[in-house]
């Protein structure tokens, strides 16, 4: 073989040579690079799961099987569970028990429906134990209780401050009242004024003390419906007739009063009752 085929084999050889090392040192590369891209997806994913995924599942399943019955359970001094529901504390977890917790509406519901009422902390000044006596549109002035700026028959006026409470949690404000009790001659006024829309003098409801009109939009939207569901729950209510034959979302009566009095009774138009509640 001549010296010039030689040192061209040799040159062939040292290329196919550097190739081969190239392609080896190109594989290493590639192969650390998904090396480290699988490390760090890795820790990322961890990171996901630990940060985003598994506190979206508690908030949607919270403490979901998060609790086991356990032999130390954590009690209060009366040797009962001091909560009716279980909660974890470290290792141990209150038992779960059904406790006769009371129930505003309950409480609310026996004030309104009650022979015996008693004083409101939300209408201090008005006592119901103490009755109330007079004629429609005359009652005496010791009957009548102020709130929300109506005045109204001691009972109907502690029964609506226990309504308005529960209705301020709900709207964070006073529940609008336009007027409640009507002397005698303002319901004459009304009467003129209003036409059919008005009740006859002597016979008026709001003549007992025992109606409210709702002013501004309270007679509407949502506030009507909450008070539709909840009103009753005190004794008030927008009767029926206030929804058929007269249309007066606005008018809410104080249920427990107009029936002790028969008011939608077959008597009562034919009578002019004198009311006397006290003892």
């Not at 080896?24 to 590369?29: L, M």
């Not at 598994?54 to 403490?63: D, N």
């Not at 007739?241 to 009063?257: R, V």
């Amino acid at each position: 073989m001549s010296k010039h085929a030689g040192a061209s084999a040799t040159h062939h050889q040292s290329r196919r040579t550097r190739r081969i090392e190239a392609t080896e040192v190109t594989q290493v590369r590639t192969t650390h690079r998904r090396r480290k891209f699988l490390a760090r997806s890795s820790v990322l994913a961890g990171f996901a799961l630990t940060m985003i995924v598994y506190p979206a599942v508690g908030t949607i399943s919270p403490y979901a099987g998060a609790t086991e019955p356990t032999e130390n359970v954590a009690v209060a001094a009366s040797g009962e569970a001091s909560t009716s529901s279980r909660v974890i504390i470290g290792t141990q977890s209150l038992e779960e028990r059904q406790l006769p917790l009371p129930e505003v509406d309950g409480n609310g519901a026996a004030l309104a429906v009650s022979g015996t009422y008693s004083a409101s902390p939300y209408l201090p000044d008005c006592n119901p134990s103490d009755g109330a006596e007079g004629y429609n549109g005359q009652l005496t002035a010791d009957s009548l209780c102020d709130v929300n700026g109506a005045e109204l028959r001691n009972d109907a006026a502690v029964a609506l401050a226990e309504l308005n409470a529960a209705y301020k949690l709900e709207f964070g404000r006073d529940l609008c009242v336009g007027n409640g009790y009507r002397s005698l001659s303002q319901q004459y006024a009304t009467k003129a004024s209003r036409g059919y829309l008005a009740a006859t003098p002597g016979k008026s409801v709001h003549g007992w003390g025992l109606a409210i009109d709702l002013c501004g939009s309270d007679d509407t939207g949502y506030s009507k419906a909450w008070l539709e569901a909840n009103g009753r729950t005190w004794g008030w209510v927008n009767p029926s007739w206030a929804k058929s034959s007269k249309w007066e979302p606005w008018h809410w009566e104080y249920e427990p009063g107009t029936d002790a009095l028969g008011v939608y009774g077959e008597n009562y138009w034919n009578s002019k009752p004198y009311l006397n509640t006290r003892d």
